[in-house]
């Protein structure tokens, strides 16, 4: 393709943008309020992701013990504990050291002078939060065990909740995405109505379909281009505003560092000029049968 | 250079418009097809460069068979081609010289052939001096001549024409129907659809005759009618 070619494509593009504006317009804002609304979902979904992270590491599995269990028994199923695929570490609590942790806890005199009535019990950290159950369910069959227990059912839902988000989220961005595929394809229909006089004198002069097509193709990735800038940035501006407050009110809560999100922010362009593509194609297609 | 064996077009509607024809035209022919509205002049001229496809039958361009031409392969055909017609089909916010170096820009030509072949095929069309004028600013034949050179900038083996005169007064007309018989001296074949009968009858080429869709007459140096 010659240069004289290429410029004279965006010049076409761009005239058109211009002479369309309002539709122009309408359909950067379509590209922007799907990519935003899509871009929502996937920073919460991956900050809960990586919060969660932060809270699985601390999800312990307590295992208690029969008091039949002797010395010899507990180094044993210490040892068995530890070779179950997945577990991390081992820590062995006694009776007493429970008493004492208690009463740390709820104060030394009001549990003065009565016997203890705590277990043993060992604290087991897996490597994969997402083996918690299992995990449990092998420790419970150990003969020597009274009761194991774990955070059952929350680090599941939490999990569950993760999914559906992305999963509403993906629906809820098809669906835009679809509307702005919508309007840009009529934003470009407009510009192929404008100009059909000179695309069919272009048509008997012999130019070739793609010679046609370019610049609308152009126009409607140019369109989508700047949707999805703009959602980058309302996102940029409105995700560190968040990240600065949540620093400040909660500090606790450690959000994903905003540099991660310009990870994104490429794939969101690339998704911008698709559905500027797709949107032109569908207008142009009539055209060219000519 | 065109060759048409039992062409037959039948339009979607079921409107017949051509029926078995046959016929054969040479390199540097002039050929004028006539015959009254609604013959099937018009589509004669469309199935040349493949705007419509018979319904039956063979064409062939240049010894190459068209009738089975992918659709990728139709501008190319169209290269060789140069069409124009009744309403001269300018674009309006183009001026003359834009509208002829157009032609050039959309089979990506060389800037530097445009530069060399808009002026001189200006010339030869006598509107060198009309170059920056808008379409607007133009008489009628002046028009169509932009049209011709148009059509002619790049080198078309042939030259089609439906009713070019249409719109114009006969004297006009004569001066176009000059014009295409100096390009066919140069040596570009070609065909010319039209109603303008003292035009034929005095330019006395090969003249092809349709009557509802059949062919009548294909006479050398004829007359508009018998
Ligand atoms: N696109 C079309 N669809 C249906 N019928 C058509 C079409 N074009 C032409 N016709 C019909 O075909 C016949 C021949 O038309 P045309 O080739 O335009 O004749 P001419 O140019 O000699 O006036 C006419 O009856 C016309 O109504
Ligand atoms: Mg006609």
Redesign the interface.
Known sequence: ??L??IK?FFKESFTSLIRNRWMSLASIGAVASALIIFGSFLLLSVNFDYILKDVESQVEITAYLEDSVDEAGISELNKSIGAIEGVKEVKFISKEDAIEEFKEQVGRELLEGIENPLPNSFRIKVNDPHEVGTVAEKIQRFVGIEEVKYGKGIVEKLFNIIYWMRIIGMVIMAVFAAVSIFIISNTIRLTVFARR??I??????????W?VRWPFLIEGMVLGLIGSSLAIGILAVAYNYLFITVKINLPMIALLPIEEFYNYALGFLGIGMLIGAFGSSFSIKRFLK? | MIEMYGVTKIYPGGQVALKDINLKISKGEFVFVVGPSGAGKSTLIKLIFREEVPTRGQIFFAGKNITRLKHREVPYLRRRIGIVFQDFRLLPEKTVYENVAFAMEVVEASTRDIRKKVPQTLERVGLFHKANAKPSELSGGEQQRVALARALVNNPDILVADEPTGNLDPDTSWDIMNYLDDINKRGTTIIVATHARELVDTMKKRVIQLEKGSLVRDEERGAYSK
Not at chain 1, 200 to 209: L, P, Q, R, V
């Open positions: 393709m010659k004289r070619t004279y006089r000179e069919s004198i272009m048509k008997y002069i012999g130019a070739t379909d010679f000519v």
